[in-house]
């Protein structure tokens, strides 16, 4: 449905979903597949040639999505920046991990 997706009045961009797009062919993060770096080719090429923004959530293989003209890029998701900053904070605190009891972690 890419093609009528990006025909939509309004839609500027295309962005791929490196995770959804390679869990819905059955091949769930393997990235450099070469049956999913071919669709990931494809809906590059469909998405510029509609004179659309490329862009793409990636945490990796940054050199891969440059050559394959991506214009924008999304490196981390909300749940795990937080996460992540939480950890950090925590260690930062020096507060010990709780092995008992109602707040253990």
Avoid: H
Wanted: aromatic fraction near 8%; proline fraction near 6%; glycine fraction near 8%.
């Amino acid at each position: 449905n890419l093609d009528a997706i990006l025909a939509v009045p309004g839609v500027d961009a295309g962005m791929i979903g490196p995770y959804d797009l390679s869990m819905s062919m059955g091949k769930p993060g393997q990235w450099t597949d070469p049956e999913v770096s071919a669709v990931y080719d494809d809906c590059c090429r469909r998405i510029k040639a509609a004179g659309k923004t490329l862009g793409v959530y990636a945490e990796c293989l940054f050199d891969i999505w440059k050559r394959r003209g991506v214009e924008w890029l999304a490196v981390k998701n909300d749940t795990n920046a937080m996460l992540e900053r939480l950890q950090a904070m925590r260690t930062e605190a020096a507060f010990p991990v709780l092995r008992e009891g109602p707040f253990a972690t």
